[in-house]
């Protein structure tokens, strides 16, 4: 599977944007989907997780209630809400696929995914 991440851009803090990762060659249905991002100067990082069993979602502390992970299968897309950004939001952000028989705690693991998008920067501004 290809994955397309988009949506970043320029916000201020408190602003609300949504990215979107679309995936072609496959159907995102059987994956499970991982939103990383990675600031300057720092490592990346996991963000949200939707899993592909039983479609069960994780959110890293620093995002929880404020962040939101979907599925459209129609569109064959995952989207990140990000409500109330603040600049420590700021970062290039990542959709991670992985079609891997993993377990519930391997699946904020970044190394279980094998497919991932380009990467799309948010930049949230003070």
């Known amino acids: 599977v290809q994955l397309q991440a988009s949506g970043g851009g320029l916000v201020q803090t408190g602003d609300s944007l949504r990215l979107s990762c679309a995936a072609s060659?496959?159907?995102?249905?059987?994956?499970?989907i991982g939103w990383f991002r990675q600031a300057p100067g720092k490592e990346r990082e996991g963000v949200s997780w939707?899993?592909?069993?039983?479609?069960?979602?994780y959110y890293a502390d620093s995002v929880k209630g404020r962040f939101t992970i979907s599925r459209d299968n129609a569109k064959n897309t995952v989207y990140l809400q990000m409500n109330s950004v603040r600049p420590e939001d700021t970062a290039v952000y990542f959709c991670?696929?992985?079609?891997?028989?993993?377990?519930?705690?391997?699946?904020?693991?970044?190394?279980?995914?094998?497919?991932w998008g380009q990467g799309t920067l948010v930049t949230v501004s003070s």
């Open positions: 991670a696929a992985t079609q891997r028989h993993i377990i519930i705690s391997q699946l904020r693991s970044e190394k279980v995914y094998d497919n």
């Open positions: 060659g496959s159907t995102l249905d059987y994956y499970a």
């Open positions: 939707l899993s592909s069993g039983d479609g069960s979602i």
